[in-house]
């Protein structure tokens, strides 16, 4: 949402930092869910990979979606957002690092 938002602004938000990073950490968060979900077969290795990736695509957005938060709702929402993953991610994480 937050990448489609910042591309139709009359005035365009920063697209080369914020629509990629969102675009980036909607799709990471995607691929983590995907990976996470899977019922058989799970790789911990390639799970603990994904997570980490999306910690990350996370933290970049988060860290873009403050910069406009203030101008831009969807931008404070997105940014929320990433900042609940993130803290998913970190506890999947741990989970999986204590098994």
């Known amino acids: 949402m937050c990448a489609d938002a910042s591309l139709v ?3 365009p938000v920063n697209r080369a930092g914020l629509t990629n990073a969102a675009a980036n950490c909607g799709e990471v ?13 799970r790789d911990d290795r390639l799970t ?8 990350e695509a ?12 203030l101008d831009h709702e969807y931008c404070r929402v997105c940014g929320e957002a990433c ?16 098994a």
């Open 9 to 11: 602004e009359p005035e």
């Open 29 to 41: 968060a995607a691929l983590a869910a995907r990976v996470v979900s899977r019922v058989t077969g």
């Open 48 to 55: 603990t990979a994904v997570l980490r990736a999306c910690v």
């Open 58 to 69: 996370c933290r970049v957005c988060h860290d873009e979606c403050r910069v406009h938060a």
């Open 83 to 98: 900042r609940r993953c993130a803290r998913e991610c970190r506890a999947l994480l741990a989970y999986l690092e204590a």
